[in-house]
């Protein structure tokens, strides 16, 4: 069963001309096959991480949370730059107010960190 038709085709991969012996022959060697086979998957994947980026960006921008009034004491520390130590010794020199809730829950208004980090505090 072999064909004796010869097609001028174009490789749909490299773009160069070459002769083929059946109608449904797509590329010019089986290295531009397996090469553009490659560059579909490469294109897909590109696609489909660019869509999970794009819900990830309209779904974190309609939901930002909102700036909280009072912190405790691991968050006061993280958005200071401050050990959490620190934290509580600034808070039992009085240099900061705090607010006692439990013998393991103690919370800070959000006014009182925006003074540490604006006029800033020495430790001694």
């Given at each position: 069963?072999?064909?004796?038709?010869?097609?001028?085709?174009?490789?749909?991969?490299?773009?160069?001309?070459?002769?083929?012996?059946?109608?449904?022959?797509?590329?010019?060697?089986?290295?531009?096959?397996?090469?553009?086979?490659?560059?579909?998957?490469?294109?897909?994947?590109?696609?489909?991480?660019?869509?999970?980026?794009?819900?990830?960006?309209?779904?974190?921008?309609?939901?930002?949370?909102?700036?909280?009034?009072?912190?405790?004491?691991?968050?006061?520390?993280?958005?200071?730059?401050l050990c959490t130590r620190?934290?509580?010794?600034?808070?039992?020199?009085?240099?900061?107010?705090?607010?006692?809730?439990?013998?393991?829950?103690?919370?800070?208004?959000?006014?009182?960190?925006?003074?540490?980090?604006?006029?800033?505090?020495?430790?001694?």
């Amino acid at each position: 069963m072999s064909s004796n038709l010869s097609i001028k085709r174009i490789c749909e991969y490299c773009r160069n001309t070459f002769t083929a012996k059946t109608t449904v022959t797509r590329y010019c060697s089986l290295k531009c096959n397996s090469r553009h086979g490659k560059q579909k998957i490469r294109e897909q994947k590109i696609k489909v991480s660019e869509v999970e980026v794009q819900s990830t960006i309209a779904t974190s921008g309609t939901s930002l949370a909102p700036v909280a009034e009072f912190l405790t004491v691991k968050e006061v520390s993280k958005l200071v730059n401050l050990c959490t130590r620190t934290i509580y010794s600034l808070i039992y020199s009085g240099k900061i107010k705090a607010v006692r809730l439990s013998a393991r829950k103690i919370i800070i208004k959000r006014k009182e960190v925006d003074k540490i980090a604006c006029f800033g505090i020495t430790v001694r």
